[in-house]
Each structure stands twice: as C-alpha cells, then as structure tokens.
C-alpha cells in the first residue's frame, strides 16, 4: 500500500470517527474554579530602545511582561522596523511555528489529532507541507493586499528569515481553529451604560506562541488608514486581537461545531486574520466593517465580533463562505436554552455549539447583569467559565482602555492560563499618541 493511500484510509477513519460524535464540544469548566484576584497592573510602558521608524517598550512586571513595539512608516518599514527590535525573538516564533506545524501535521496524519482539514492533510501527504501552505497561498493571494507582503519583506530583510517562511506561517489562521469566547456588554448591561467587550483566546498552550506575546502598535502613514494596535506575538502580522485609534475593536471564536446555516467553507478568500485587521486599520466605523465582512470574499467557519465605543454597539458575526450574519442582543443565535438571550449582550462560550462554556458563561454574565465591568470579568466571568488560557483582551471602548493578560512563558512564575494571571491595563490615547522616533 503507498504511503498515500495509507494516509487517504487513515483520514476516513478520522471523518468516521467525527460523524459518530456528536454535533456540539463536549467541554466544561471545572465546578471548582475560583476568582482571579490578582490585582490589575496599572504602571506605564517603560522605554528600552529605538531605531530608525521603531521604538520599544516593555510593560507589565517581571512574570508578566510584555514587549511594545512601535512602527511608522510605509508597510515595508514598519516591518523593517519590527524585525530590527525584535529580531531574536520574531526568528524563535516563526522558527518554532514552522516546527510546531510539522509536529502537528505528523500527529494528524497518524489520527492523533484533528485540527486539520482533510484536504489539507491529502495536500501534505501529495506534496509535502511547504507545497500545501503554498497552494494555500496562492488559493488567497488574489484576496490579498500588497502592503502586508510589503511588511513580510520588511520583517525577512531585518531579520534574515525566509520570506516564503513568515508568508506560509501566516495560513495557519485558515487551517487550524481556537476553541475561542467573546461577549460585546453595553447599556443596561453595565454600570456606565458603556460598551465593554471580551476576546478571550483558547488555543495550544504547549507550543511556541505563549513564549513570544506581543503588542504591536502601528502608525501607518498618512493615506494608508490609522493607528491600532496588534495583539498576538512578535513576528505575526495577521489580527486576531485588536484595537484601533478610532475605538474599535475585533473579537473571534474558530467554528469546530457550526449548524447547517453555516454552508460550505472555502479555501479562496481573504485570510481571515489579514480581514480583521484591514477592520483595525481602515475601518472608521461600525458599518464600515459591517459592510467589508459582507462583501468579502470569505473562507472559514467563524464567530466574529466588532465593537464601536464611539456609539456603544456591538455585533457579533456568523461567519462563512456563504453566509455574514449579523447578531444582535435580540437575534442571538443559536436558539437554545443553554444559550439564553440577556438583555444588551451578545455572546459565545468556546463554539457555536458548545453547552458547556456557553451555559456557565451565561450564568456568570447575568450573574452580574448591570455591573459588568473589567473588574467583574477578570476576577468572577473569565475565571469562572476558565476561557482564554493563551490570552485575553478586554477592550473598554467608551473609556479607551485596554486590558491584556497572557498565558505563563518559559521561565516565568504564577499560573498557566492567562485568565488566572495577571492583567496590564494599558491607557490607549497615550499608546497612540506615542511620537516618532528622531530621524537617524
């Protein structure tokens, strides 16, 4: 038998194995979880260096610190720029994801795993993975604005990594799936009547991205959208997490578990961590990005969520190749009673389909209808319902704050999971009023 049909057998085995279960994550928080009291970490950035279109900043304490880059100029600056600061540490990221990738794909092959599409797993095993992460590529190259290639070969000049290595890490987003949480809270849901949202990110915390987090703040030249800034990790250029100058913000959920009102996903479109931050740079409005996710070109199954601190609202998104789906406090979806409306809250526990996080999640969130505020939502929500073990971003977007916390790097103290650590509250207007550095 060759090795491919051996893999091709494998792989029904795998999908046989999917229909038998059941439709929904069968996932809980443990009964016993307990408040975060960790108090709040409010010290401001501290300078370290600068270069040329870049400074660097470090926050947070010794156990929870945290890199802030910050670039200006053109794309292929602003990723010289990142290169030229961290350039050790975007090489033991992208170096490391590459390694992770193999790993995981062996691990999938052999049925160990399922975290990857069969298709793409047949692509592997016909051509090897650099060949089926460049058919990926070029499956959304067409959907693909120039400037972010332009700041992949910014980032592989500074730092001598191979372009074609950054470029094929980028699709991971496409291939893989967190089991993720967010909620988007306003009026009569908090105290201030204010608009507070969640991003909460369950991902690998075994593999090479809790050792690598960073905030990355860029200030694009004029003509080229605004400031925001790129929460996730040194070397990555996709948005997963975010928030701009003009108060928005981004949350996501990976769909493991959709309904039929989904469809069918599709390998041509735009990766969808480049579309979340095209919202982050461009996008002025609510209904601006409302109106890019609908006329995008889209791929995955998603749960996405944007928030507007500049008029308080929120919408979640059903996300897919065939469907945007805008969802309110009043549409909230999907129907069932582990997933009860609240008033002027939308939100999502870990899947669509996931009774176990959604239900305790809904529990904690009416628990403290009326007074959800950042203090509430670290210590008795996100502790509690145990969702974003490799970070968390909670985005205050009437008051323009920002609120972060990571899972345990190597060498670090405390606990694993970033909603049992610490969080740094960072003061956005004076992130993006950050100066240039002096000409050089």
């Not at 526990?349 to 403290?368: H, T």
């Not at 740094?424 to 050089?440: G, H, N, R, V, Y």
């Amino acid at each position: 038998m060759s090795t491919t049909v051996a893999i091709v057998a494998i792989l029904f085995a795998v999908s046989a194995l999917r229909i038998a279960e059941a439709a929904e994550c069968h996932g809980a928080p443990s009964p016993d979880a307990q408040p975060n009291m960790n108090p709040i970490q409010t010290a401001p950035p501290v300078f370290v260096r600068s270069v040329e279109n870049g400074k660097l900043y470090t926050v947070g304490d010794a156990d929870d610190k945290v890199p802030v880059v910050h670039v200006w100029g053109t794309p292929y600056q602003m990723g010289y720029a990142h290169g030229q600061l961290m350039s050790s540490e975007a090489q033991g990221l992208i170096n490391g994801v590459w390694t992770y990738m193999e790993e995981q794909v062996e691990a999938a092959i052999n049925g160990s795993v399922t975290i990857f599409p069969e298709w793409f797993l047949l692509d592997v095993a016909n051509l090897g993975l650099d060949a089926a992460l460049d058919l990926e590529i070029l499956a959304t190259e067409a959907f693909t604005g120039t400037y972010f290639l332009d700041e992949i070969k910014g980032l592989a000049d500074a730092t001598g990594l191979d372009y074609k290595k950054i470029q094929r890490i980028h699709m991971i987003g496409e291939l893989t799936k967190g089991s993720c949480s967010m909620f988007g809270a306003n009026a009569s849901a908090t105290p201030t009547g204010g608009l507070l949202q969640l991003r909460a990110l369950d991902w690998d915390v075994d593999g090479p991205f809790r050792n690598y987090p960073q905030i990355t703040v860029y200030h694009p030249d004029e003509g080229n959208g605004h400031a925001f800034v790129n929460l996730g990790w040194t070397g990555w250029i996709g948005s997963i997490s975010g928030m701009s100058s003009v108060q928005m913000a981004i949350s996501e959920i990976g769909v493991s578990y959709p309904d039929d009102t989904f469809g069918k996903e599709s390998r041509f479109g735009t990766p969808f961590t480049y579309l979340l931050r095209d919202i982050l740079q461009f996008d002025v409005t609510l209904f601006d990005a409302m109106n890019r996710l609908s006329t995008a070109r889209r791929t995955c199954d998603l749960i996405l969520g944007v928030g507007d601190g500049k008029i308080g609202e929120f919408r979640g998104v059903e996300y897919s190749a065939a469907v945007a789906d805008f969802i309110t406090p009043t549409t909230l979806r999907p129907v069932a009673d582990w997933h009860p409306p609240i008033q002027d809250i939308v939100y999502w526990g870990m899947d669509w389909l996931c009774p176990g996080y959604s239900s305790v999640l809904a529990r904690q969130l009416n628990a403290y209808h009326g007074n959800i505020t950042v203090e509430n939502t670290i210590q008795n929500i996100l502790a509690i319902v145990q969702t974003g073990d490799l970070h968390i971003a909670i985005y205050d977007l009437s008051e323009n704050l920002l609120y972060v916390s990571n899972a345990q790097s190597d060498g670090e103290t405390g606990a694993k999971y970033a909603y049992d650590r610490a969080y740094i509250k960072l003061d956005m207007a004076t992130i993006f009023a950050e100066s240039p550095p002096p000409t050089q």
